[in-house]
């Protein structure tokens, strides 16, 4: 099992980080919040999962080992492959989501795309008691983003399954967060835009 790599960022798309390791470069399956905090030609170091399929590997990389290992053991739960779990993680930290399934939040989950109300009841059921409790009170705080944070953000979206009109939408309806932001002198974090992003898209169905 690979670990975690580590080297320069020789390239980002919108889901995925390129990272140098040893003359060969590394694709990185990663969420928005880990994605902006990298920056090609610095250097990065991702805590990773590789999955093993019969027609595919595919390496995971997450911020840190907490990340690495909430989407493993979000994995044991019938029904949630590395994608969804992915997406769980795109949209909720790890104690975000220790603290939904201790108080059994179904809204929390629902929040995710491909999660619905049954699908979230049943999570609720089967992973109560895995994730452990909460091990903070807030949420590390991620790099700041690139200044192209629409982008980004609607590509995220895209990437979660969203229609391009309602990534559209959603995009807008966080941009004067981001541009109050920007007016301080600060950077948009794409990671929570996009938390913001989608409640409002949760709102809306």
């Given at each position: 099992?690979?670990?975690?790599?580590?080297?320069?960022?020789?390239?980002?798309?919108?889901?995925t980080?390129?990272?140098?390791?040893?003359?060969?470069?590394?694709?990185?399956?990663c969420?928005?919040?880990?994605?902006?905090?990298?920056?090609?030609?610095?250097?990065?170091?991702?805590?990773?999962?590789?999955?093993?399929?019969?027609?595919?590997?595919?390496?995971?990389?997450?911020?840190?080992?907490?990340?690495?290992?909430?989407?493993?053991?979000?994995?044991?739960?019938?029904?949630?492959?590395?994608?969804?779990?992915?997406?769980?993680?795109?949209?909720?930290?790890?104690?975000?989501?220790?603290?939904?399934?201790?108080?059994?939040?179904?809204?929390?989950?629902?929040?995710?795309?491909?999660?619905?109300?049954?699908?979230?009841?049943?999570?609720?059921l089967?992973?109560?008691?895995?994730?452990?409790?909460?091990?903070?009170?807030?949420?590390?705080?991620?790099?700041?983003?690139?200044?192209?944070?629409?982008?980004?953000?609607?590509?995220?979206?895209?990437?979660?399954?969203?229609?391009?009109?309602?990534?559209?939408?959603?995009?807008?309806?966080?941009?004067?967060?981001a541009?109050?932001?920007?007016?301080?002198?600060?950077?948009?974090?794409?990671?929570?835009?996009?938390?913001?992003?989608?409640?409002?898209?949760?709102?809306?169905r």
């Open positions: 099992m690979i670990a975690f790599v580590s080297g320069p960022v020789a390239a980002l798309a919108p889901d980080a390129v990272v140098e390791v040893g003359g060969i470069g590394m694709a990185v399956q969420t928005p919040n880990t994605l902006s905090g990298l920056r090609i030609g610095q250097q990065a170091r991702l805590a990773t999962s590789l999955v093993v399929r019969e027609d595919s590997l595919t390496l995971y990389g997450f911020a840190d080992d907490d990340e690495r290992q909430t989407f493993e053991l979000l994995q044991t739960a019938s029904g949630v492959g590395p994608r969804l779990a992915q997406a769980m993680l795109a949209v909720h930290s790890p104690d975000a989501l220790r603290r939904a399934f201790a108080s059994g939040d179904e809204k929390a989950l629902t929040a995710v795309p491909g999660i619905g109300k049954k699908g979230a009841q049943k999570l609720l089967e992973l109560k008691d895995r994730l452990g409790k909460p091990v903070g009170s807030a949420a590390p705080v991620a790099a700041p983003a690139a200044a192209g944070w629409r982008d980004q953000l609607q590509a995220a979206l895209v990437g979660l399954g969203y229609a391009a009109r309602e990534a559209d939408e959603a995009v807008e309806a966080v941009a004067p967060r541009e109050a932001v920007l007016a301080d002198g600060g950077q948009p974090q794409v990671g929570q835009l996009l938390r913001a992003a989608l409640q409002t898209l949760n709102r809306a």
